[in-house]
């Protein structure tokens, strides 16, 4: 038995069902729910089972941070994150004996270390992502323009500290600490021309107190970041990201 994921833009519903694929042929599944959006005037109407198509082709960009990278790469290692990832980019370069590029030659993952300046990075990056279903930044502290993503068209999808927008500049973390917060976070959300305005996909919290110094504050901090991520990364790639509104989201 196969589970399959079905949403509806128009209406924004999302149902879950059964089916025997013996019984119902995947080529059949996509004409009979072809039908059933034109008879409720459905924008689009989106079936995907899990274990029977592709997963999504992604690549992932990131900066020197490695936590979010690395608990990306391990959770697609495990097979907890359904996806196929295409290439990692970074503005970052990293040596032959780093970790993360030893685990993406095991795995034949290419690295691609991008330096040039805004206008011709881009240019390389819409090259090297051209045959992927979505991107993630996996804080990755560079702008992408409003150019790139209109190039790009499809989603982008970015994990950023929710300290923003208390807290911003440099050492974000360290400036919220000194503040005395009692609570921090993470936000994951798409990426538009508006810097860190994008419709929210997923956000969690963890409780900090003055027994945290500085080392454990952080590494609180980071455990959020890659748990919303990858928590918002599997949503979407269940169908169960709905956008609604100018910049809204149902999460089901």
């Not at 079936?47 to 941070?65: E, G, N």
């Not at 502290?141 to 807290?167: A, T, W």
């Not at 050492?171 to 503040?179: E, I, S, T």
């Not at 538009?192 to 900090?208: C, K, N």
Request: with cysteine; aromatic share 10%.
């Amino acid at each position: 038995m196969q589970s399959l994921y079905i949403t509806n833009d128009l209406y924004v519903n999302d149902s879950e069902f059964i089916f025997d694929p013996i019984k119902w042929p995947r080529e059949q599944m996509d004409e009979d729910f072809f039908k059933l959006s034109k008879m409720f005037n459905a924008m689009r109407s989106v079936v995907r089972v899990p274990d029977i198509d592709p997963k999504y082709k992604v690549a992932v960009l990131a900066s020197k941070q490695e936590h979010c990278l690395v608990d990306f790469l391990y959770g697609w290692q495990e097979g907890k994150l359904p996806v196929e990832i295409t290439c990692v980019i970074s503005n970052h370069d990293r040596g032959p004996n780093s970790h993360v590029i030893r685990l993406l030659e095991r795995h034949g993952i290419p690295y691609h270390y991008l330096c040039a300046k805004e206008n011709k990075r881009e240019e390389e990056l819409l090259e090297l992502v051209q045959n992927t279903d979505f991107l993630v930044l996996a804080r990755y502290m560079q702008i992408l323009s409003g150019k790139f993503l209109r190039s790009y068209g499809k989603d982008v999808i970015n994990i950023h500290h929710g300290l923003l927008p208390s807290f911003k500049g440099g050492k974000p973390a360290k400036q919220a600490f000194d503040a005395g917060v009692k609570l921090i976070g993470a936000t994951s959300h798409f990426v538009t021309e508006e810097l860190d305005a994008g419709p929210i996909i997923e956000q969690m919290v963890e409780r900090v107190s003055h027994r945290d110094n500085l080392r454990t504050f952080v590494q609180k901090s980071e455990d959020v970041e890659k748990q919303c991520l990858a928590k918002a990364i599997k949503s979407y790639c269940e169908l169960r990201v709905l956008p609604y509104e100018m910049n809204k989201t149902v999460v089901f």
